[in-house]
């Protein structure tokens, strides 16, 4: 194939484009393909995610799935501007034996924990005498820089409801057991924490995955997408997922990394 533009400008290209249409054009030619498959081709197109939100956005999606069905199934993060998302179903080399795996009930000590400047954050229970339900929560972090676990202070001293932690608009945020919603202005500021009112009762909270930092709100079987700074809700209405029950869902940024590496 015949070119004028030269390896590094095909390169910023590509890099820019999603993953599926990358691996389609490996086709193209030996050169392409080459350079696709190199591994600091790969390394770049994963950071250029990490450093360019406009590019997150755009690989971004949500990993979903029914409480009353093994399947999974992915909606771009993008068609989340529709009311009505069609999911498309994932094919996954584990959904054979998938019933067969045994699970720990989750309990706020055992979030999957949220990465914020160069942290990650879980929210954890303080003792071990007492039952779980009375003991104090923490918001702990580890600073992979430092390799340090710290603590972080809570929105205020008596805050021993935290369920859960993540990321919105770039800030850390809390969420407590009666709809109590706070977002930390400035990183590991107690001063800094403000209270969010959502106007519309939710069982789970997944926020920052949209461009406009609205927040994505599992109501029973169903979705509610909420803008905080208007104060406004809309309902998703997810088709193409086999079965009923309530959605479990996770964002993920899509890559070119290989589960073998």
């Known amino acids: 194939m015949q070119s004028n533009l030269s390896s590094d400008v095909i390169v910023e290209i590509l890099m820019r484009l999603p993953v599926k249409s990358i691996c389609r054009f490996k086709c193209v030619c030996k050169l392409w393909c080459l350079l696709i498959s190199d591994p600091t081709f790969i390394k770049r197109h994963l950071n250029l995610a990490i450093i360019d939100k406009d590019i997150e956005h755009q690989r971004q999606k949500l990993i979903l799935r029914s409480s009353s069905t093994p399947s999974l199934y992915h909606v771009e993060c993008a068609a989340m501007t529709s009311n009505d998302v069609m999911a498309v179903k994932l094919h996954f080399p584990l959904i054979s034996s998938f019933d067969k795996v045994k699970y720990l009930e989750k309990s706020p000590n055992s979030d999957s924990g949220v990465h914020l400047n160069g942290a990650v954050h879980w929210v954890f229970a303080r003792g071990k005498d007492s039952s779980l339900v009375s003991m104090p929560r923490l918001i702990v972090a580890f600073d992979f820089a430092e390799g340090k676990f710290r603590e972080l202070p809570r929105p205020y001293d008596d805050a021993e409801n935290v369920t859960a932690v993540g990321v919105l608009g770039g800030c850390l945020c809390w969420l ?6 706070w977002v930390m202005k400035e990183y590991a500021v107690k001063e800094s924490w403000t209270k969010v009112v959502i106007g519309v009762p939710f069982l789970n909270l997944r926020p920052s995955f949209l461009k406009n930092d609205e927040a994505l709100l599992v109501i029973n079987e169903g979705l509610i997408v909420y803008n905080p700074k208007e104060d ?30």
């Open 176 to 181: 407590g057991e009666q709809q109590d919603f």
């Open 232 to 261: 406004t809700h809309r309902e998703i209405v997810i088709h193409g997922i086999n079965g009923r029950g309530n959605l479990e869902i996770e964002t993920y940024v899509e890559s070119l990394v290989s589960l073998n590496v």
